[in-house]
C-alpha cells in the first residue's frame, strides 16, 4: 500500500499480485528534470574555457597620431572570475607587459593599445601578443594573437634645457625674490604638459599655465611662480622641493624633467594700523604751520613685511611728495601714507609716504629693511601746509599701502581741519 513516507515522490497506479505499482509523481518528475539540467548547466560551465573569443583589430596599427590604425581593439571574454595579464613578446623574445594580475569578472571585455607603454612608444616590428587568465582555483589558460607596429612615429617627446631661476625664492610679496621661472624647451607638440613642485610627502604644489607660449607647443616654454601668495594663499612650508615638468605626445611617448627649488620665508604679509587711528596735532592750521598724524602698525602675520624710508618724523611740505624727495616706489614695500581732499598732487594717492618705524627699530635682511612678526612700530607723520588748499576745512586721512599691490587699509580716521590763510 501508498503510505505518508511515499506518496510526496511517488504515486500509485495499481497492483500486481498484492504489490502495490509505483511511478514518479508529477512534482518529483519536476524536480528530476530540473536537476538534470542544473547538472548539464554545471558540466558546461566546467569545461568552458577561461579565456575565449581573442580578437585583435586591426592586427597590424600605425601609431602616428593621423588618425588611421593608430590603435588596436583587443577584444576577449572571460567565463568566470579571473586574474588577467597582458604582454607582448618581441622578435628577441623579449616581453612588455600591458596588463599584469588585473581582476576580470565574467564577461566579454576590450582593451585599447596604441603601441606605447610606460611612456614609451614600442618600435615597428611583430609581436606576439599573449592573454593569460587564472582562475580563483588556479587553473590558467594562455592565448596568443600577432600584432605588427608599423610607421609608428620615431620621434620621441623631448623636454629639453629645463631651468629653475633663482633656484631658491622668498615668496613673501615683499618685492625681492617673490618669484621663479621654470623655463623648458620641448622638441615637439604634446598632447598634455603638466608643471608642479613636489614636496617630500608626495604633495603637489601645481604652477601656472605658460605665459609666453601655448600649453604643449614646440619650442620655448616659461612658466611664473609665486607659490601662490598673490593670491592671498599659504605657499608650501619653507624647505627644499622638486620642480617637475611632465609631457606626453598624441602617440603615448612620456619625458619627465627635474630640478630644485628652496624656499625661504615663505607667507603672505599681514599689516594693520592698530584700531584704525590715528592722533592728530591740531584741528586748526595756519597757512605755514606743520600738521602731525600719530598712529601704530603691528605685523601681525609670519613673514617679515619690507618698508623703507623716509624715516618716522620726517616732515615733507605740501609742494613736496615722496618722489621728490628721493623716496620712490618699491614693489612689495609697506609705508603709511597722507592724503587730504586737493592736495597738490591730485592724481597721486597718498602723495606723502613714511617707513613703519625708525631706522632701529626695523631689521636688516640681505640690504632691506623689515618690520618683524608681531612687531610693533609707532609712525609719525609731520606735513607743512605751505599752499593754499582747494577748501579751508578739507578732510586728511592716513592708509597703509603695500606699494604696486594693494592699498591695504584706505581712508583710515577721517579728520576735517581748518586751515586759515
Given at each position: 500500500?501508498?503510505?505518508?513516507?511515499?506518496?510526496?515522490w511517488?504515486?500509485?497506479?495499481?497492483s500486481?499480485?498484492?504489490?502495490?505499482?509505483l511511478y514518479p509523481?508529477?512534482?518529483?518528475?519536476?524536480r528530476?528534470?530540473?536537476?538534470?539540467?542544473?547538472?548539464?548547466?554545471l558540466l558546461?560551465?566546467?569545461?568552458?574555457?577561461l579565456l575565449?573569443?581573442?580578437?585583435?583589430q586591426p592586427?597590424?596599427?600605425s601609431?602616428?597620431?593621423d588618425?588611421?590604425?593608430?590603435v588596436a581593439?583587443?577584444?576577449?571574454?572571460?567565463?568566470?572570475?579571473?586574474?588577467?595579464t597582458?604582454?607582448?613578446?618581441?622578435?628577441?623574445g623579449?616581453?612588455?607587459?600591458?596588463?599584469?594580475?588585473?581582476r576580470?569578472?565574467?564577461?566579454?571585455?576590450?582593451?585599447?593599445?596604441?603601441?606605447?607603454l610606460d611612456?614609451?612608444?614600442l618600435?615597428?616590428g611583430q609581436?606576439?601578443?599573449?592573454?593569460?587568465?587564472?582562475?580563483?582555483?588556479?587553473?590558467?589558460?594562455n592565448?596568443?594573437?600577432?600584432?605588427?607596429?608599423r610607421g609608428?612615429?620615431?620621434?620621441?617627446?623631448?623636454?629639453?634645457g629645463?631651468?629653475v631661476y633663482p633656484?631658491?625664492?622668498?615668496p613673501?610679496?615683499d618685492g625681492?625674490?617673490d618669484?621663479?621661472t621654470v623655463?623648458y624647451?620641448l622638441n615637439?607638440?604634446?598632447?598634455?604638459?603638466?608643471v608642479?613642485v613636489?614636496?617630500?610627502?608626495?604633495?603637489?604644489?601645481?604652477i601656472?599655465?605658460?605665459e609666453?607660449r601655448?600649453?604643449?607647443?614646440p619650442?620655448n616654454?616659461?612658466?611664473?611662480?609665486d607659490?601662490g601668495?598673490?593670491r592671498a594663499?599659504?605657499?608650501?612650508?619653507?624647505g627644499?622641493y622638486?620642480v617637475?615638468?611632465?609631457?606626453?605626445?598624441?602617440?603615448?611617448n612620456?619625458?619627465?624633467a627635474?630640478d630644485t627649488l628652496?624656499i625661504d620665508?615663505?607667507g603672505?604679509?599681514?599689516?594693520?594700523?592698530?584700531?584704525?587711528?590715528?592722533q592728530?596735532?591740531?584741528d586748526l592750521?595756519?597757512?605755514?604751520d606743520?600738521?602731525?598724524?600719530t598712529?601704530?602698525v603691528?605685523?601681525?602675520?609670519?613673514v617679515?613685511v619690507?618698508?623703507?624710508?623716509?624715516e618716522?618724523g620726517?616732515?615733507?611740505?605740501?609742494t613736496?611728495n615722496?618722489?621728490t624727495?628721493?623716496?620712490?616706489k618699491e614693489?612689495?614695500?609697506?609705508?603709511?601714507?597722507?592724503?587730504?581732499?586737493?592736495?597738490?598732487?591730485?592724481g597721486r594717492?597718498?602723495?606723502?609716504r613714511w617707513?613703519l618705524g625708525?631706522d632701529?627699530e626695523?631689521?636688516?635682511?640681505?640690504?632691506y629693511?623689515?618690520?618683524?612678526?608681531?612687531?610693533?612700530a609707532?609712525?609719525?607723520g609731520?606735513?607743512q601746509i605751505?599752499?593754499?588748499?582747494?577748501?579751508?576745512?578739507p578732510?586728511?586721512?592716513?592708509?597703509?599701502i603695500h606699494?604696486?599691490?594693494?592699498i591695504?587699509?584706505?581712508y583710515?580716521?577721517?579728520?576735517?581741519i581748518?586751515?586759515?590763510?
Amino acid at each position: 500500500m501508498l503510505d505518508e513516507s511515499n506518496a510526496f515522490w511517488y504515486t500509485l497506479a495499481g497492483s500486481r499480485g498484492g504489490e502495490d505499482i509505483l511511478y514518479p509523481s508529477k512534482e518529483t518528475a519536476i524536480r528530476l528534470a530540473v536537476l538534470a539540467v542544473l547538472a548539464i548547466v554545471l558540466l558546461g560551465c566546467s569545461h568552458r574555457p577561461l579565456l575565449s573569443d581573442v580578437i585583435i583589430q586591426p592586427d597590424t596599427i600605425s601609431p602616428n597620431a593621423d588618425g588611421t590604425d593608430d590603435v588596436a581593439q583587443i577584444r576577449y571574454r572571460i567565463s568566470r572570475n579571473s586574474s588577467l595579464t597582458m604582454y607582448f613578446v618581441d622578435e628577441t623574445g623579449a616581453r612588455h607587459y600591458y596588463r599584469e594580475d588585473v581582476r576580470r569578472s565574467p564577461g566579454p571585455r576590450t582593451a585599447y593599445f596604441g603601441g606605447a607603454l610606460d611612456g614609451s612608444l614600442l618600435p615597428d616590428g611583430q609581436y606576439t601578443c599573449v592573454l593569460e587568465a587564472t582562475d580563483p582555483k588556479g587553473r590558467t589558460e594562455n592565448v596568443e594573437k600577432a600584432l605588427t607596429i608599423r610607421g609608428g612615429d620615431p620621434l620621441h617627446i623631448e623636454i629639453e634645457g629645463m631651468s629653475v631661476y633663482p633656484d631658491g625664492f622668498t615668496p613673501n610679496r615683499d618685492g625681492v625674490s617673490d618669484r621663479v621661472t621654470v623655463a623648458y624647451r620641448l622638441n615637439k607638440e604634446a598632447s598634455w604638459v603638466d608643471v608642479y613642485v613636489l614636496g617630500d610627502d608626495g604633495t603637489r604644489y601645481p604652477i601656472p599655465e605658460d605665459e609666453i607660449r601655448e600649453m604643449g607647443a614646440p619650442g620655448n616654454h616659461e612658466h611664473d611662480y609665486d607659490a601662490g601668495v598673490d593670491r592671498a594663499a599659504k605657499p608650501p612650508e619653507d624647505g627644499t622641493y622638486t620642480v617637475v615638468v611632465e609631457a606626453e605626445d598624441f602617440v603615448g611617448n612620456r619625458d619627465v624633467a627635474t630640478d630644485t627649488l628652496i624656499i625661504d620665508m615663505g607667507g603672505v604679509p599681514y599689516v594693520e594700523i592698530v584700531k584704525r587711528a590715528a592722533q592728530w596735532s591740531s584741528d586748526l592750521l595756519v597757512l605755514g604751520d606743520t600738521l602731525t598724524f600719530t598712529c601704530t602698525v603691528k605685523n601681525y602675520g609670519t613673514v617679515p613685511v619690507r618698508t623703507k624710508g623716509p624715516e618716522s618724523g620726517f616732515a615733507y611740505t605740501s609742494t613736496q611728495n615722496y618722489n621728490t624727495e628721493g623716496y620712490h616706489k618699491e614693489s612689495g614695500t609697506f609705508r603709511v601714507g597722507l592724503d587730504y581732499e586737493g592736495a597738490a598732487s591730485a592724481g597721486r594717492r597718498y602723495p606723502w609716504r613714511w617707513q613703519l618705524g625708525l631706522d632701529e627699530e626695523l631689521t636688516e635682511i640681505d640690504g632691506y629693511t623689515y618690520l618683524m612678526p608681531n612687531q610693533t612700530a609707532t609712525v609719525v607723520g609731520r606735513l607743512q601746509i605751505v599752499d593754499e588748499p582747494v577748501r579751508t576745512e578739507p578732510i586728511f586721512w592716513i592708509g597703509l599701502i603695500h606699494e604696486d599691490v594693494w592699498i591695504v587699509e584706505d581712508y583710515v580716521d577721517t579728520h576735517r581741519i581748518s586751515v586759515e590763510y
